[in-house]
């Protein structure tokens, strides 16, 4: 009974999958790439796995800052020169130059007047005789000791 | 084992289709047949078999050999998928359900439709055994699987299968001496 048990299991080996399956499935999974780069187990220990994956993700780091620099900078340039030759658009720039320039002599002008009226007194004027602190003017930028010695003067 | 086996498997792991082709025909019909005999029915263990082959293609690179065959790599997958199959779908194959045709050849002689039924009758009482029971009798006495690979396959020590193996042969005529006796 075991054996003819045994016989019985074994023959079930001449089940076989049909003939139309078997070419779809092998078709449908030979044609299916291979994603090496996922499914490949990572290699640390084996000596320069763990330094060159630190360096290779720096190097990509400082390579992916660079990249975005440059673009950034050469985006500046273009927006610069986009914005500003709009902005500058039917200004008449010549125009302003010589209002600026115009404006620029009548400040000179007015600086020139202000230093000339505000030339110093270095006299002190003393009537003899009367004698009173408030006809002494004093320039504001005596020394005090000149001050002393035209009192003195004065009371002589 | 497929003669060369490992030289295919690594020209595999490294992506050659061709080697994997080989490694297909060689173990098709047997995944197919441990499939179709724990699912019961012909679509289904088509289907499952198909995943079986696409997860090992996929994978192939986390195989290692270390004294095991491919074989039993690949019943684990499909025993993982089928397992997969009946906890995801939860689905209750009654025995007296099983496809009437699943097992039939493609012509139609007297002799093998005598054969198939008794096919139908064995594929029943397997049916009824417990799962990793299951499992044992169909990579050992239906496949003719190396104990060492079998207890990979089913995640057991060489020992327990013996005893696993020994029980469910045990179980499975006490099945078919009932089956007989009740007519």
């Known amino acids: ?156 | 084992m497929l003669e060369d086996e490992q030289k295919l498997v690594k020209k595999a792991q490294n992506g050659e289709v061709k080697a994997f082709g080989s490694l297909y025909d060689h173990y098709l019909p047997k995944i197919y047949r441990f499939v179709l005999l724990k699912v019961s029915h012909r679509e289904e263990a088509e289907d499952l078999t198909h995943q079986a082959f696409l997860r090992a293609w996929e994978n192939i690179e986390q195989y290692d050999f270390r004294g095991y065959s491919f074989g039993s790599w690949l019943y684990r997958i499909a025993r993982n998928i089928t397992v997969d199959y009946y906890r995801g779908a939860r689905v209750e194959v009654s025995v007296e359900d099983i496809s009437e045709v699943y097992l039939s050849k493609d012509n139609s002689l007297e002799e093998d439709v005598e054969r198939s039924m008794e096919w139908q009758e064995l594929a029943k009482s397997i049916k009824k055994l417990k799962e990793i029971e299951q499992d044992v009798i169909i990579m050992r006495f239906v496949e003719d699987l190396p104990l060492k690979d079998t207890a990979k396959a089913v995640g057991k020590s060489e020992g327990a299968v013996k005893v696993i193996q020994h029980r469910a042969i045990k179980n499975l005529k006490k099945l078919i001496e009932d089956k007989e006796r009740n007519g």
Do not use: C
Not at chain 1, 67 to 73: A, C, E, F, K
Not at chain 1, 118 to 146: L, Y
């Open chain 1, 1 to 156: 009974m075991a054996k003819d048990l045994l016989k019985e299991l074994q023959s079930l080996r001449e089940i076989t999958p049909r003939s139309e399956y078997i070419a779809q499935s092998r078709e449908h999974i030979l044609s299916t790439p291979k994603s090496f780069y996922v499914t490949q187990p990572k290699q640390f220990g084996n000596g320069r796995g763990i330094v060159w994956e630190s360096l290779s993700l720096s190097l990509s780091t400082i390579m992916s800052a660079a990249v975005v620099l440059i673009m950034l900078g050469g985006a500046t340039g273009i927006i610069r020169v986009i914005v500003f030759n709009n902005l500058t658009a039917g200004v008449d720039t010549e125009g302003i130059i010589a209002e600026a320039g115009a404006a620029s002599k009548d400040i000179d002008i007015q600086l020139n007047e202000a230093r000339y009226y505000n030339i110093p007194t270095t006299k002190t004027t003393a009537t003899p005789g009367v004698v009173s602190t408030n006809v002494i003017t004093v320039d504001n930028n005596s020394k005090s000791s000149d001050a002393d010695r035209a009192l003195k003067e004065a009371s002589k």
